[in-house]
């Protein structure tokens, strides 16, 4: 919908006096008027105030729902330390690695990177957070197997050679 001032534009010819002759309703101090109200009228549609985009970064960071002074921040950024383990953890053998425990970190991450679409307020940093934590635990989890069946084609193999001897 167009903004009325300007539908008024558009039809200022017609309140001019000139246009139409002298009208004693649109003289020049109540076109001043309208004018003004129109103006004061659009500023209250204004998405931000003045106050709210001189505030800091950190102001707006301390004062939002997922903020620095909640759980909702700091529980991500702890959560980090367990998805730089198991980034270390690609460098250890894969026969060192426990399935149940990437199992479990895979899961984990799954769930609660859905779970953080759901929840309010959306914590896009958990969501994050449990992404990355789901992707080490898949990656690892693919290391063990093909580990385990490395292994496996390697003792059939031994087995054969042991039968042909």
């Not at 500023?43 to 106050?51: A, L, V």
């Not at 490395?150 to 003792?155: E, H, L, N, V, Y």
Request: glycine residues 4%; aromatic residues 12%.
């Amino acid at each position: 919908m167009a903004p009325t001032s300007n539908i008024l534009r558009a039809a200022r010819p017609l309140f001019r006096q000139g246009a139409a002759g002298p009208s004693p309703f649109f003289n020049s101090q109540t076109q001043h008027m309208f004018r003004n109200q129109f103006r004061q009228q659009s500023k209250r549609w204004q998405s931000t105030t003045s106050e709210q985009q001189s505030a800091s970064w950190f102001k707006k960071a301390w004062e939002s729902e997922v903020g620095i002074k909640t759980v909702h921040f700091w529980a991500p950024v702890m959560k980090w330390a367990l998805v730089l383990a198991g980034i270390s953890d690609l460098t250890r053998p894969a026969e060192k690695l426990s399935f149940a425990q990437n199992f479990s970190l895979m899961c984990t991450g799954l769930i609660w990177t859905r779970w953080c679409f759901v929840i309010t307020p959306k914590n896009m940093l958990l969501a994050a957070v449990n992404f990355f934590l789901a992707l080490v635990g898949i990656a690892q989890i693919s290391r063990i197997t093909m580990h385990n069946l490395s292994k496996k084609d390697g003792d059939e193999a031994a087995v054969e050679a042991k039968v042909k001897a």
